[in-house]
């Protein structure tokens, strides 16, 4: 006979360190915010998915950072430092649909400006 292994309960420890990572997220999210990244603008929730409406800093970011910072958008939309929301990205200018992260991951349309400006680093 097999018997299937149940999940243990969440704890009330397991609630505070996840918490704290949310917020963790949350302040590098409020930073890459600020005029000095400007990386996002704004995000509407009214909408699912979330639309995400990223500033101009975010074009001059290499790939790698772009990646990091959606993901970390997407687990702080979750709530949950291991769980994703799906989230549709516009260009905070134009209003205009770029991209989109959801099960495929992080996938921008083809009419995405390619400009790369010089790389910038963002602690974290």
């Known amino acids: 006979a097999q018997t299937a292994k149940k999940a243990s309960a969440p704890t009330a420890e397991d609630f505070k360190r996840w918490e704290a990572q949310i917020q963790e997220y949350q302040?590098?999210?409020?930073?890459?915010?600020?005029?000095?990244?400007?990386?996002?603008?704004?995000?509407?929730?009214?909408?699912?998915?979330?639309?995400l409406y990223l500033g101009e800093g975010?074009?001059?970011?290499d790939d790698q950072l772009k990646e990091q910072f959606?993901?970390?958008?997407?687990?702080?939309?979750?709530?949950?430092p291991d769980k994703f929301m799906l989230i549709d990205l516009f260009d905070g200018a134009t209003g205009s649909p770029i991209g989109e992260f959801?099960?495929?991951g992080l996938?921008?349309?083809s009419n995405q400006k390619a400009a790369q400006k010089e790389p910038v680093a963002i602690g974290r």
């Open 27 to 51: 302040q590098w999210l409020d930073l890459v915010r600020t005029n000095d990244y400007r990386l996002w603008i704004r995000v509407d929730s009214t909408h699912r998915p979330h639309r």
């Open 58 to 61: 975010f074009d001059k970011v």
């Open 70 to 80: 959606i993901e970390t958008f997407s687990r702080v939309l979750a709530g949950h």
């Open 102 to 104: 959801g099960w495929g």
């Open 107 to 109: 996938k921008f349309y």
